[in-house]
């Protein structure tokens, strides 16, 4: 084991650490070595590496019991959410079933907006939805989309669906630049995100699950497309 940088050192080794757990070089039900071993291995104090296994604890990657040692947990069934970006960049397999997600839940959000979304909500919505058009390329245009999605989020009136919508996007955020493929046109984009932005404007419930399935599918194609 190297030694580590001393900048963030308790950020790098967690990500080394988590690193290692995730991709099976420390698998689950498998015990860390010693602290003072771990530490002296990576050039660390104990002190640093306390504060690092604090934060895998937290996460649900590792459990640490007095007297026994810290043991790796298995992900799949303690951690949470927070995972998703190491995961899909380890393994971009993983964006397939995020984008699965992504589309459910994007249908039930856009369902629950049309029923819930203020006047003031629905008028942020055409607003967020006009940046769409008016952006000058690719990534530009895929924040202005975006910032559409977390809009519909909050007019669901639903913290949970905001702070789910967060996550899905902070999954994917690490193959973000790859996925830019459905919007290189700022005009057809915005033709494509509109009709979910109308029907919510108009309380239609039916009609803005349909157009969110519809865009979401749409989207998810063309970018798995440009993955391939």
């Known amino acids: 084991m190297e030694a580590l940088p001393r900048e963030t050192i308790v950020d790098v080794l967690e990500g080394r650490l988590r690193e290692d757990i995730l991709t099976g070089r420390r698998p689950a039900g498998s015990y860390l070595?010693?602290?003072?071993?771990?530490?002296d291995g990576y050039g660390v104090t104990r002190t640093t590496l306390k504060h690092a296994f604090g934060r895998l604890v937290q996460a649900g990657l590792l459990e640490t019991r007095h007297g026994v040692g810290t043991r790796v947990l298995d992900y799949l069934r303690c951690g949470g959410a927070?995972?998703?970006?190491?995961?899909?960049?380890?393994s971009p397999e993983w964006i397939g079933e995020v984008f699965e997600v992504r589309r459910h839940i994007g249908a039930l959000i856009a369902e629950r907006a049309a029923a819930r979304a203020t006047g003031r909500q629905s008028a942020e919505l055409?607003?967020?939805?006009a940046a769409v058009a008016e952006g000058e390329d690719a990534d530009s245009v895929q924040l202005a989309d975006i910032e559409v999605h977390r809009a519909l989020a909050r007019a669901t009136g639903n913290r949970v669906y905001v702070l789910l919508t967060n996550t899905l996007f902070n999954a994917y955020l690490p193959l973000r630049s790859a996925l830019v493929a459905p919007?290189?046109?700022?005009r057809v984009a915005h033709r494509r995100l509109e009709p979910v932005v109308d029907a919510v404007a108009a309380g239609d419930r039916t009609g803005?699950?349909?157009a969110a399935e519809e865009y979401l599918t749409a989207t998810e194609r063309i970018m798995l497309e440009g993955l391939s």
Request: proline share 11%; net charge positive.
């Open 183 to 186: 919007f290189t046109d700022a």
């Open 126 to 129: 055409r607003d967020l939805l």
């Open 208 to 210: 803005a699950r349909r």
């Open 82 to 90: 927070d995972l998703l970006p190491m995961l899909v960049r380890h």
């Open 33 to 39: 070595p010693p602290e003072r071993t771990l530490a």
